[in-house]
């Protein structure tokens, strides 16, 4: 079981150094490639972007309101992420068979937030990270102005995922934090909602 840090602090990311967003991505594995890009760049796009496109897509997305996600510091030291933000910022999501098969919810209605991904320094796994930071984007979602936030995380009970798998976040995560589960559209994979 994983041990639980209290002096873990949640922040916008608006708010933080560019530096600390930079450590937490870091420079290798997904993360270092991918910025949180996946849900929003086209398919082609995706494709043939390079991380210093990511990159410099995200932080221009931390100029605008609501900012597209949250970062976790565990004494003074920025170790994790969690992506927050209405569904319609994520085009991606439309295309998804996860999404499209599991959610009843209009991707065009702004009061529908979705939790996309989450980052943890290797480091600094299985200390609770996770859990500040998908209760910090319950509470980011809910001053938002959102009617409904969403996650698509993986059941680790019926499937063994790599940590790269897992930056969905895990179907514990969400149960623990009090989502239901709205629908199973594969075995391993749930769409789990919280409604406000």
């Not at 597209?68 to 969690?82: C, R």
């Not at 989502?179 to 409604?195: K, N, T």
């Amino acid at each position: 079981m994983a041990s639980v840090d209290t002096d873990i602090r949640i922040v916008p990311v608006d708010e933080v150094p560019w530096d600390d967003v930079q450590t937490v991505f870091g420079t290798r594995g997904d993360p270092s490639t991918c910025w949180c890009q996946w849900f929003k760049l086209p398919a082609s796009e995706w494709r043939t972007a390079e991380a210093s496109v990511c990159q410099t897509a995200l932080r221009e997305q931390t100029r605008h309101r609501p900012v597209p996600g949250l970062i976790a510091y565990l004494d003074d030291e920025a170790v994790g992420w969690v992506a927050v933000e209405p569904r319609p910022a994520y085009p991606r999501l439309r295309t998804s068979r996860i999404v499209a098969k599991g959610s009843t919810e209009s991707h065009d209605d702004p009061s529908v937030w979705a939790v996309t991904c989450f980052v943890v320094r290797v480091d600094f796994r299985r200390r609770g990270i996770a859990s500040a930071l998908l209760a910090a984007a319950v509470e980011h979602a809910k001053a938002n102005g959102a009617r409904v936030l969403e996650g698509y995380p993986i059941d680790t009970a019926e499937r063994k995922a790599s940590s790269a798998d897992l930056y969905h976040g895990s179907l514990s995560l969400f149960v623990a934090a009090g989502f239901e589960v709205a629908s199973r559209p594969q075995p391993s994979r749930a769409v789990v909602r919280l409604g406000f």
